[in-house]
Structures are given as C-alpha cells and as structure tokens.
C-alpha cells in the first residue's frame, strides 16, 4: 500500500548545496511537505529563533536535529568539546522542538584502531549526555550507520548494537533506522521488532545504488537503487510506528546539481509510488 | 608476538597487473614466500597442468582458488551456468592441490531486491555443489565480505551467517576470514570462536585505509589503516588455527602501480612488523 503522502519529510541534507534552511522551509511547505529534518550548520547561520519560527509559521515538524554524537576523543579535552558540543545541540533541538537529536556515535579516535574502545566510549558518552536530554525532553535518536563508516565516522554500525545501548541507557533513548545503513543486516527484521515503537524515533529512506562510486556522497533517489524500502517500511509500521518518512540523500553529482525544487517533487512523486 | 614468517602467503590478486602466474610463483618464491593464492582467470591463462608442476617445484602451498559462488541467479539457466563453473573451479582447485576454494557467494540478481532471496539461493547452490567438492577431496571457504558489497557481489556479510551456513551443510564448508570484511563487525571475537579450527580454511590479511576512496580497488598494506590485525589474528589462532596468513590486497593506485617485487618485500616486512 502506498504510504499516505502526509507522512514524507525531508531532511534538508538532500538539497544542501542548493538552499539555506529558510529555503528549504519555503520550498517544502510550497509543495506540502510539513516534515523537515534540519542541520545544525543551516540552523546556525540562520538563527535559532528565527528558524523557530519560520518552521512554525510553515506548520513544519521537524523529524530531527542532525546531529550530535561523535563521542570517541583521543583525550579528555576531546572528550568534554564533544560532551559540550552535544548539550548545544540538545538545547538546540528543544529550541526547534525536534522529534529528536539524531546520534552519529562517532569513529575511531585519531591513531587508535581499538574499536571496542571507541565503542565503550560511545555507551560513556550517551550516559553522560542523558540526563541534560531528559531535562530538555529531547529524545536521543542513535543512528547506526554502515559498517563501511566504523573507521572514520560511527562504531554503531547494528541496528543490534542500537538496541544494545538502549538497553543499558533506558528511557530517552532510542533509534534512527535507516534504509541505506542497515537494508542489508539480516538481523533488521528482528531488530525492528525489538526495537518497537518506542524506541524508533525516526525512519529515513533512499537507496542504494549499484555501482556506488563513492562512499558517503553517493546515495540514490528511492527507486534508483535495490532497497525493497516497502518491505523495511513494512517491519517499522509493523511496531506501530507512526511517524514521518524522512527522505536523505547525499549525492553530490547528482541530486545536488540539480534545481532544489525538482528534487523535492521527485521525492513526493516516488514517496508515492515505490516506498 | 610477530608472526612466523613462514606463515606468510600472498594472493596473486595482491600484483594482479604486474605478473602472470608463472611470475608471481617465482617472484614469492624468490622473497621466500610459499604461500599463494591462485586467480582462476590467471590459472587459465598458464594452463592448470603448467600451474601444478610449477607451484610444485617452487615449493608452494596454494592457500586457496578464488574464485567460486556467484550463486544468485535470475533464472533457471543461470543458476546451471553457476553450479557447472563451480564445478570446474573445483577441479582446477583440485588439480593445483588448493586448500579450499574460496566461494564469493553472489549478490543480488539482476533486477531483484530480495535480498532474502538471494541468501537463501546461495544456500541452495551451495547444498548442490558440496557432495561435488566432497567426492574431490576440496573444502569450500565460504568468504563473508563486507557489506558494502552485499548488493553486487556478496550477500553473506558476517562471519555469523557463514557459521550458520556452515551449520547447516555440514563437513566440507568452512570459511575464509578476511580482517578487512569482518573487522567491524562487534560480534566478530564470538564467530571466530564458534567458527573453530575446523571451519577457518583461510585467513587474509590488509588494511581498511581512512579514508577509503574507492568501495572495491582502495585496500590498504597491512598497518596503513585502522585494522587491529594482531588482535584478529590472537582470535583466529586461539582456535587453534596455524594456516597461513594470506595478503589480500586490490589497490589500483598504489599497490598495482609499483614494481612487483617491492610489493613482495613490503608484504615481507609488514607481516614480521604490524599483523
């Protein structure tokens, strides 16, 4: 069945190069989309207040604030910039009433290879950060991303591990599930639905394409790829979750070289048909 | 501990477009290194018979054939295509005397997102072959590979899904552990583990290098990357393991644009150093 077209959001990543967040608030709430995941940088130089409130005149939810994380430091100065750094984003994010802050756990610190070790450091870092996002009543949304980002970008790579460190952190925590990081875990279907409903705090979509040619900036419109989104979508709504459809898309030779608003119209178009 | 230098192997794949088989064969054996693992399109290119006597005479072990699997297929003629060149892949690994076959397992077949579906296909084709490779006396190493390449050309990504193929098929099928596919993976101590000395037919060694600019050609020289190869192999050798430890690395930057002999001498010196 073809998802009810109220539900699409897109993060603002997918025309990045192409409009500020102002932009892109007017240019989704101009083709009805009222889902809007926002990046700190954007928010930044446009100002939390103003943002706010464009976002509000628009009747914009925002699915998430991208993003905190990035735990794992070489040093304890390391270490306290990003504890310090997270609790901005926490303020900011309540600030913009997010859905949640969206979690990218972070690599290996500079000249380790202990990836258990960047790993335990993440679980230190979640507890630390936890009690400020509890006072601030923004939930943590832990995005696992693909194995092939553990070096360099996110030790959380299982939608397992995700569930892991929810266990341990309990409530205010929970799980941005995305189709191109985790499509090819044989563990998702499980892992969704132990996850459930209330631990999905967001469900982002986009495809992966065959050949991919580069490994951050190369992700595929939804239907240009081999993702069986429908079916992954199937697993989510399954738990009862009920949220947005959030559409990102890093693809800098082509979605980003193209006019913002074909874009958006080719995301509400293929949102409806192969989603 | 550094490793026996007797232990060392090198994968022709390794200086791929610099030597023939015959110069590969020579050119390890020159450095002293007895381990090889064979290309089947390079075997051709000397002829198995030629291959045999050469690699007996040089003294060489052949740590493995790659390549076998590729099983998924679109229909019925290309799932026969797919098991009659598993069956010759076996005999040629049983004509140069190979420790295993090394099985690629096949991703996705044109146009299908059942990424289920192709798993279970690998499965099935698998079942067909191995009385094949059993009558000839060759194990099959089912090599989990990253999932970055689960869509086009691996679709078992972790060293628990070859466990659980390897439980299901019985004596005969075992694995090959490659640090740069599995390195990531969280669960990779415990596989290694319940995988056992039965089951690990080859161990491969390079580095996943940050960053990595190419998903297929950009592996790394063992300690130019992240990987904690001596931690991977405590693992591995704790099972009891005391196999070879096979250079596998696809650089066409680098490593394949330098004189084959320096490569050699480089592998030499990084396994007595870093692994």
New interface residues.
Partial sequence: MAPDPSRLAINQATVRPQWTLAQAIEGFARQNVRGIAVWRDKLAECGVEEAATMLRDHGMTVTGLCRGGMFPAADAAGLQAALDNNKRAIEEAHAIDARCLVLVAGG?PEG?????GA?RMVADGLAEILPFARSAGVPLAIEPL???Y???RC?V??I??ANDLCDALGAGVGIAVDVYHL????ALEAGIRRAGKERILAFHICD?L???TD?LLDRGMMGD????IPRIRGWVEATGYDGFHEVEIFSKDNWWQRDADEVVTVCRERHGTVC
Same sequence: chains 1, 2.
Avoid: E, F
């Avoid at 380790?112 to 258990?116: E, G, P």
């Fill in positions: 290996l380790s290879k202990d990836i258990s790993r693909h194995p092939m553990a070096a360099d030790c790579n299982t397992g591990q499509w090819w875990d044989p992966w065959v050949p991919t490994l790829g081999i993702i069986d």
